[in-house]
């Protein structure tokens, strides 16, 4: 069973960073692309970033690019998200989500950018 | 900057046949834009129904279903259910990124 959990969320205040973990299991994790996608409180899902199996290519949405980083750990099956610059507009639930296009999802870990 | 269309909301009584879809603000949806669709309910992760403009993801009925209609992906729930009631989502793959539509709320009365 293919079971992804999302740690790291929590409050941060404008302009601070925050790194966001998904332990991965059920799979054979080096095989799957990852993405994360939020979804703003009352809003509807947005993708924000894709990384390859190898971890060698990654792409990310414009409202995030040059300040969010996806990596991931395929010895620890983890991915992981490095978030900076945080701005109240990132505020969401970040969720990990398996495979291009998305099969599996996290439940989810709630990010909130406020001072 | 691609906008992925869905209706805001739609209604369907239960038992009846509902189709939602998924478009550009320029262009047609094609298969080449693996279209797929997610289901939501509230303070719950997305479920995905569809992927791939037609497969239907493990576990989801023959209910609901997944095409291109004219110049845009659609999804079909045939029979209607109370707990169909949900958010869905489409998403469409633009080479590099993907793009989701803004969600369609639908009600089942």
């Known amino acids: 069973e293919v079971q992804l959990l999302e740690s790291g969320g929590g409050l941060v205040q404008p302009g601070g960073s925050l790194r966001l973990s998904c332990a991965a299991a059920?799979?054979?994790?080096?095989?799957?692309?990852m993405n994360w996608v939020r979804q703003a409180p009352g809003k509807g899902l947005e993708w924000v970033s894709l990384i390859s199996g190898s971890g060698d290519d990654t792409y990310y949405a414009d409202s995030v690019k040059g300040r969010f980083t996806i990596s991931r750990d395929n010895s620890k099956n983890t991915l992981y998200l490095q978030m900076n610059s945080l701005r109240a507009e990132d505020t969401a639930i970040y969720y990990c989500?398996?495979?291009?296009?998305?099969?599996?999802w996290g439940q989810g870990t709630l990010v909130t950018v406020s001072s | 900057q691609t906008v992925v269309t869905q209706e805001p909301s739609f209604s369907v009584s239960p038992g009846g046949t509902v189709t939602l879809t998924c478009g550009l603000s320029s262009g047609s949806v094609s298969t080449n834009y693996y279209p797929t669709w997610y289901r939501q309910t509230p303070g719950r992760a997305p479920r995905t129904l569809i992927y791939s403009t037609t497969s239907r993801s493990s576990g989801v009925p023959d209910r609901f279903s997944g095409s291109i209609l004219g110049n845009k992906a659609a999804l079909t729930i045939t029979g209607a259910q109370t707990d169909d009631e949900s958010d869905y989502y489409c998403?469409?793959?633009?080479?590099?990124?993907?793009?989701f539509g803004g969600g369609t709320k639908l009600t089942v009365l």
């Open positions: 059920g799979f054979i994790f080096n095989t799957d692309a």
């Open positions: 998403v469409l793959y633009m080479g590099s990124y993907w793009v």
């Open positions: 989500a398996k495979g291009s296009p998305f099969g599996y």
